[in-house]
């Protein structure tokens, strides 16, 4: 289980106010309970990381911004299993915040699959 002390860092590193934390917070819990469930576990430094970069996914579909492209050459390195369970993760996130376009997905892939290389190496959690 993500510690609460990580939530926390990732509200002050990225300045969050009480309102979009109370907002968040209940759909990263989701997640967690999803990562969890599927055996999935962070470094922390990695925890820390995929948790910022959610919770500012969560910011960007709020408000319609868009990242950049992922180009193809990223897109066809990413491990088929990670992309399977990132969609699963997407649905919890999309329920909440509407639907987020494939550099969205792309993105948090990359982030299970690093969990995933890690883990399968013994440097996970």
């Known amino acids: 289980m993500i510690r609460l002390n ?6 002050q590193e990225l300045h969050l106010t009480k309102e979009q934390y109370d907002r968040y917070i209940p759909v990263l819990k989701k997640i967690d309970l999803y990562l969890e469930k599927n055996h999935i576990f962070f470094a922390e430094d990695n925890l820390l990381a995929f948790i910022a970069h959610t919770t500012t996914l969560f910011t960007r579909l709020e408000t319609g911004e868009k990242v950049a492209g992922i180009d193809e050459e990223v897109l066809s390195q990413l491990d088929p299993g990670a992309i399977a369970i990132t969609r699963e993760l997407m649905d919890i996130i999309e329920k909440s915040y509407g639907e987020a376009d494939m550099a969205e997905m792309a993105l948090v892939a990359i982030h299970i699959q690093t969990a995933l290389e890690m883990m399968q190496e013994g440097r996970g959690i």
Do not use: D, G, S
């Open 6 to 11: 990580i939530f926390e860092k990732v509200k």
